[in-house]
């Protein structure tokens, strides 16, 4: 399966770790969520901030298309996200940055295990390939034209995801 070049990079790296080893870059992959925050003022194509089943708080999705098709993801993740999610979090907005959004709505999921080892997969079904989800919807809303044409993050945009807010 061929994936976008960064994507590809990521999945080399850890389908060629330990288990152990693959745990502990993924912690420290979620402890990097941050960078991948957008920032007061930053104008979307595509902004969604909700609570899903699959999430234990909210996730925002947020995607910036260039002239050229090519997303630029952020995301905003709720002080209860799970480390797993984080990391997958960090992944993808790492690894699918510049990557078009057909090729993005395109990806099988397949990767994620060569990511996240079987185990985890197992245990950690649903909230594994959960960021992956909303990431090709929100490809697939851009491209329908049912975007959110120039969402800007609101400078208070971290009171969207305090429990009670």
């Not at 709720?78 to 990557?99: D, F, H, N």
Request: proline residues 4%; contains cysteine.
């Amino acid at each position: 399966m061929s994936f976008p070049a960064g994507l590809s990079k990521i999945v080399g790296f850890f389908d060629s770790l330990s288990e152990g080893e693959r745990r502990e870059n993924l912690i420290a992959l979620a402890d990097q969520a941050a960078r991948y925050e957008p920032q007061a003022g930053e104008v979307f194509d595509f902004a969604e901030v909700r609570r899903d089943a699959e999430c234990s708080d909210k996730v925002g999705v947020f995607l910036r298309v260039d002239d050229a098709g090519r997303a630029t993801f952020r995301m905003s993740l709720g002080p209860e996200v799970q480390t797993l999610t984080r990391a997958m979090a960090t992944i993808l907005c790492k690894s699918l940055e510049g990557a078009l959004l057909k090729d993005v709505e395109n990806l099988s999921p397949d990767f994620v295990e060569k990511i996240v080892g079987s185990q985890l997969v197992r245990v950690r079904a649903r909230s594994v390939f959960y960021i992956l989800t909303r990431m090709k919807r929100a490809c697939v809303e851009v491209r329908s034209g049912r975007k959110t044409s120039g969402a800007t993050v609101p400078s208070t945009h971290k009171k969207l995801l305090r429990p009670g807010a």
